[in-house]
């Protein structure tokens, strides 16, 4: 019997990861077409191990009733599990991954698609710009954040951000969305000066640069439409170029921007649909990336109501980009991670009240529910008023849960929870007690998080589209490359 099974269960695997063999035929309602993709599309959940994917899933079904746009793509496409690395290195940061997604080449972690003696790598836009294509960048982070930065941009380190926006300025990208305006704009000048967002999205920030280089100008000279918040996001003319910058540093977590969006920011959808409608103009096709980039974030910061929230919010983007490739045969569609963050699992747990193991259910989902602002939110509200009296009453007004006073004196101690949630010292300040809260509400949300850091776990890759049965098997991260430039015979 337990032959049977073993046989049964790596039966369902190959299946599963097989999709299509080289001399098989494609699964029943995943389009394939000899001919390449006109258009490719690659959406990133940075930071999106399947456990992630499956959290969502979970809240979905059990508050929603719905299933996720993913799984309608998986239902029609292409399924293989992606090694994340970097040279030498069995876990990648968020620029090495995505120069291997990009370029198709291992480099070293920090390294924005260049190799260690600092020559510039050919990214897939790059190409995708030679052949007369459209191309665009969308994000919820910085655009000059690692992974937006390393399809345009060539730098040894990520953090070079001042150099990483004059690139991208000078890049020719038709379209480029999301945030980091302080980048942009000249050394000691207010954001609000150029911006009409709100306080959320750091409207009372100032420039992040050290020199007198203003680069919206510059950007404007180049024929682009600049976009600062979401109404004209919306209303813009969806011809030509457009740059988007929506936040001084990262879009707020979609979770600070429910149900009413006080900083006029728009949805990773609504970008990447405005994205595709000025993109598809263009006869010979485009290359459009869409991150999101706050996945990562929430999971560094253990915060599972967030991390949810902010998978939600890509999912509708993925939403988005899977009905246009369905109107549109021609287009190529590619769903990845570039590494997986955090470990979150909803797990069980022996409960020494009740002398029995506690299994997470529904209840547990509805528990998240209730958190409506993120632990980054909260622990800047707390900034201004620091006690356990504070915390205690921040918590219950945003999660609805009484922190005991032993939690909350847990949390104020501001140590590491585990040797795996020791962070840089420049965050732990904020960090130590984010992780703490984290670690406490995880016993009333069913949620355990194994790091604050990335981990080494394959990551998926999700086709659809023309030579999207390419996507089967296990891979490495620059496969990924790879099969894109098949793909669209680049």
Known sequence: MRVRSAFFCMFLIVVMLGGCSDGGQPKAGARQSAEPATNII???????????????????????????????????????????????????????????????????????????????????????????????????????????????????????????????????????????????????????????????????????????????????????????????????????????????????????????????????????????????????????????????????????????????DFDEAVGVAYTFAEKHPNTALFITADHATGAPSLSARYDEKAGDTVYPDDSAMRKISRQDASFERIMTTLAVRPSAAALRELVAKHTGIKLSDEDAAFIMKAEPVSPFHVIRPKYRQFGYPTLALGRVLGVEYGTAWATAEHYATPVLLIGYGPRSNLAHGYLENTDVFKIMKTAGAL
């Open 42 to 312: 690659l959406l990133i959940g940075d930071g999106m191990g399947p456990e992630v994917i499956g959290l969502a899933k979970d809240y979905a079904q059990a508050l929603e009733k719905r299933e996720l746009w993913m799984e309608k793509v998986l239902s029609d496409g292409h399924l293989a599990l992606v090694r994340s690395t970097a040279t030498g290195k069995l876990a990648a940061d968020s620029a090495a991954a995505a120069t291997a997604l990009a370029t198709g080449v291992q480099v070293d972690n920090m390294s924005v698609s260049v190799t260690p003696e600092g020559k510039p790598l050919t990214t897939i836009l790059e190409m995708a710009r030679v052949q007369s294509k459209s191309t665009g960048l969308v994000t919820t982070t910085r655009l000059t954040h690692a992974t937006p930065a390393c399809f345009a941009a060539h730098t040894a380190d990520r953090d070079s951000e001042a150099e990483i926006a004059k690139q991208l300025a000078s890049s020719d990208i038709d379209v480029m969305m999301g945030g980091g305006l302080t980048w942009w704009i000249p050394a000691g000048k207010p954001v609000a000066e150029y911006a009409r967002f709100g306080n959320e999205a750091g409207v009372d920030y100032k420039s992040s640069r050290t020199d007198e280089l203003n680069l919206l100008t510059k950007a404007i000279s180049a024929g682009y439409r600049l976009a600062t918040n979401r109404d004209e996001l919306l209303a813009a003319n969806r011809t030509g170029k457009l740059l988007g910058l929506f936040a001084s540093s990262h879009l707020p977590y979609a979770l600070d921007r429910q149900p009413n969006d006080a900083a006029n920011v728009p949805s990773l959808a609504e970008m990447t649909e405005v994205a595709l409608s000025i993109l598809s103009k263009n006869q010979k096709g485009f290359f459009l990336m869409v991150e999101g980039g706050r996945i990562d974030h929430a999971a560094h910061n253990n915060d599972v109501a967030s991390l949810i929230a902010d998978m939600l």
